[in-house]
């Protein structure tokens, strides 16, 4: 069964301070990764996503992610945090046997500080 | 519209009723997703379709839960007599392409609220 685990419910950092959020997972078979966020009031956006290309993942508003399979790591940095990165970070897996179940992790909300 | 929509955005229910809960996913997707997600939780998977097909319905809790894709597009998860625990947002995303790698498109969700 597959599981995935975000440590961290809240993180804070200053503005302009590396943003790190923290993914591991557990997949019997090579998995599929997603980096979703949610700002208030709106849904998921997938922020990138790992498919078995490139393990460096880069995605939009100045995000990337490193797949690490021996750590079972997918965690999610940004260099400089701006105000607006301020909302709700979820980290999901899916797998590759033919199901289209995807597994979200329970997220970890970022504060940005002025 | 561009994206998926979601009605109605907040539904209050006396427990013991039932609810019905709409998705319009962006035209032409293939896939379509029923997510429910608790206070402070991430989103729990509830039911896949492919087209009209309902190919994986694991996540429903109990028989009280149903969806349907009639023909589809628009999609339709109905829960009967409504309980306290089935208070939570439910979410509804669509995809491209029938595929675990496709990105889906996720609605504003329903907060269904169970008195």
């Known amino acids: 069964a597959q599981s995935v685990t975000q440590l961290g419910s809240h993180v804070s950092v200053s503005e302009g301070a590396l943003v790190l959020l923290r993914c591991n997972y557990s997949?019997?078979?090579?998995?599929?990764l997603f980096w979703y966020v949610q700002y208030p009031n709106q849904g998921l956006q997938l922020l990138l996503k790992y498919t078995s290309a490139a393990t460096l993942v880069k995605g939009i508003n100045g995000f990337e992610a490193e797949f690490k399979k021996s750590e079972t790591s997918f965690h999610l940095t940004k260099p400089s945090a701006h105000m607006s990165d301020a909302a709700e970070y979820f980290c999901?897996?899916?797998?590759?046997?033919?199901?289209?179940?995807?597994?979200f992790g329970a997220g970890t909300r970022l504060f940005v500080k002025a | 519209g561009a994206g998926v929509s979601q009605s109605p955005r907040y539904k209050v229910a006396k427990r013991g009723q039932d609810v019905a809960l709409r998705c319009d996913p962006i035209s032409g997707h293939v896939s379509l997703f029923w997510y429910q997600q608790a206070l402070g939780q991430g989103p729990e998977f509830l039911t896949y379709?492919?087209?009209?097909?309902?190919?994986?319905k694991s996540g429903l809790p109990s028989d009280r839960f149903f969806a349907e894709r009639p023909e589809g597009s628009v999609s339709t998860l109905k829960i009967q007599r409504t309980q306290q625990e089935d208070s939570a947002v439910y979410l509804c995303a669509s995809s491209r392409l029938a595929a675990s790698t496709d990105t889906q498109y996720f609605g504003p969700g329903t907060r269904l609220t169970v008195l």
């Open positions: 997949s019997s078979v090579p998995p599929y």
């Open positions: 379709f492919q087209n009209e097909a309902q190919l994986d």
């Open positions: 999901a897996v899916s797998d590759r046997s033919g199901g289209f179940k995807t597994i």
